[in-house]
């Protein structure tokens, strides 16, 4: 007899630690009583990790130290889907989770999203050199959604809401066809260390 092969699909569930705390030590990430990122320092993302899903308790600690966390809290992972679980100040230490290419892409366009990162910047913009504006007041933790665009290497411009540019352009980033992406605006407002982005791919 010859058994018939049925293609299931993927059902797991994946995310990935971006550390967003300015003068935050280095962090390691448990779930369940599991190391899963070990020594992750500021700016820094880990790659994406696959997880069953479901709700798993997730402990930032300090580095190299496993006695009291820095922050404990339940995430919920959905099946078939990616996630960026960045950690934040909101009050305490907080895990704001971010659910990762969630749309439908076609290989003929570059999806984009513009998130901040900086609790202590103004609203912000996004904007193109010749001033066409992809997004608009984006506040410290909103969620925004992605932005349809031609595959190409572009600059770009982000200034406060009011009109003026933050720091110098961020130039060359190459925006692939049928491939999302996420620029995360990072660090401290008139401070240090100084207002920064990170330019990152996200797996569908």
Same mark, same amino acid.
Do not use: C, W
């Given at each position: 007899? !010859?058994?018939?092969?049925?293609?299931?699909?993927?059902?797991?569930?994946?995310?990935?630690?971006?550390?967003?705390?300015?003068?935050?030590?280095?962090?390691?990430?448990?779930?369940?009583?599991?190391?899963?990122?070990?020594?992750?320092?500021?700016?820094?993302?880990? #790659?994406?990790? !696959?997880?069953?899903?479901?709700?798993?308790?997730?402990?930032?600690?300090?580095?190299?130290?496993?006695? !009291?966390?820095?922050?404990?809290?339940?995430?919920?992972?959905?099946?078939?889907?990616?996630?960026?679980?960045?950690?934040?100040?909101?009050?305490?230490?907080?895990?704001? #989770?971010?659910?990762?290419?969630?749309?439908?892409?076609?290989?003929?366009?570059?999806?984009?999203?513009?998130?901040?990162?900086?609790?202590?910047?103004?609203?912000?913009?996004?904007?193109?050199?010749?001033?066409?504006?992809?997004?608009?007041?984006?506040?410290?933790?909103?969620?925004?959604?992605?932005?349809?665009?031609?595959?190409?290497?572009?600059?770009?411009?982000?200034?406060?809401?009011?009109?003026?540019?933050?720091?110098?352009?961020?130039?060359?980033?190459?925006?692939?066809?049928?491939?999302?992406?996420?620029?995360?605006?990072?660090?401290?407002?008139?401070?240090?260390?100084?207002?920064?982005?990170?330019?990152?791919?996200?797996?569908?």
């Amino acid at each position: 007899m !010859t058994y018939l092969r049925i293609n299931t699909p993927d059902v797991n569930s994946g995310f990935r630690v971006l550390h967003a705390v300015p003068n935050a030590p280095n962090v390691d990430v448990y779930a369940n009583g599991s190391l899963l990122v070990s020594n992750l320092s500021f700016s820094s993302i880990s #790659k994406y990790l !696959t997880l069953t899903p479901g709700t798993y308790e997730l402990q930032i600690y300090r580095s190299g130290f496993y006695d !009291t966390p820095l922050a404990t809290q339940n995430v919920q992972l959905a099946p078939n889907a990616n996630y960026t679980i960045s950690v934040v100040t909101l009050g305490g230490l907080f895990l704001f #989770k971010l659910r990762d290419a969630s749309i439908a892409v076609s290989p003929d366009s570059s999806y984009l999203r513009f998130i901040n990162l900086s609790q202590t910047a103004p609203l912000l913009n996004l904007n193109l050199p010749n001033g066409t504006q992809l997004f608009n007041s984006v506040e410290y933790l909103e969620t925004t959604g992605y932005y349809t665009t031609s595959p190409g290497i572009y600059n770009f411009v982000v200034e406060f809401s009011g009109g003026t540019v933050i720091n110098k352009n961020i130039k060359d980033l190459t925006l692939e066809g049928g491939k999302l992406y996420t620029i995360y605006v990072l660090g401290v407002f008139n401070g240090k260390p100084q207002l920064g982005y990170l330019f990152v791919e996200d797996e569908r």
